[in-house]
């Protein structure tokens, strides 16, 4: 369990922070960018869970709780002999979203267009979400070019733009309200 007592610690004044094995960093190291964004996306979920609620909403909490997972996994770079097990995405978790994004989709309409953000204060929000682990996933992807990482956060991250994507139709009426972009309709 952690415990914090203090919550400044004057340890990042000069700019650097700690990963999770006591490394010093810069804070605009590929790494602290990318549990950053998975930090901000977890936020920006939070959000999204004030207009939601049933299953929605506990689909979300427990993406949230996977979060904290996956900033972890990020925070703690691979080692040959880690002093104790560190946490990280299981494949498992990437393949519950799968069965989600199976599940709600085959509730859905179908997809003539592209559509637009919104059609609900919920699935703008939940777009909005999307769009922020789509550049998680890009964070990822480039400090996977630089380090080693674990392949499974990666991998959550894609799964779980899509769900979001998903999710946010299913809560516009089950595709009923969404957007539809009209290419060219303003020119």
Not at 21 to 49: C, F, L, M, P, Q
Not at 75 to 92: G, H
Not at 146 to 156: D, F, L, M, P, S
């Amino acid at each position: 369990m952690v415990q914090l007592t203090r919550i400044y610690t004057k340890g990042g004044d000069k700019g650097k922070t700690s990963l999770s094995d006591g490394t010093r960093v810069s804070k605009h190291h590929a790494r602290v960018i990318a549990y950053g964004t998975v930090d901000e996306a977890n936020s920006v979920i939070g959000i999204a869970r004030l207009h939601c609620d049933g299953e929605t909403d506990e689909i979300l909490g427990r993406i949230q709780n996977d979060l904290f997972d996956l900033g972890a996994d990020l925070a703690t770079p691979l080692s040959e002999n880690p002093e104790y097990p560190p946490l990280r995405i299981l494949s498992a978790q990437v393949e519950r979203l799968e069965q989600e994004i199976d599940k709600l989709n085959a509730e859905l309409e179908p997809l003539n267009s592209f559509i637009l953000p919104g059609g609900s204060p919920a699935a703008a929000h939940l777009h909005l979400a999307r769009t922020v682990v789509r550049r998680a996933e890009r964070d990822g992807t480039l400090l996977a070019e630089q380090e080693t990482i674990n392949g499974e956060a990666v991998r959550y991250l894609n799964r779980l733009s899509d769900l979001l994507f998903v999710l946010a139709r299913w809560v516009n009426d089950k595709g009923r309200k969404d957007v539809l972009w009209v290419p060219g309709k303003h020119r």
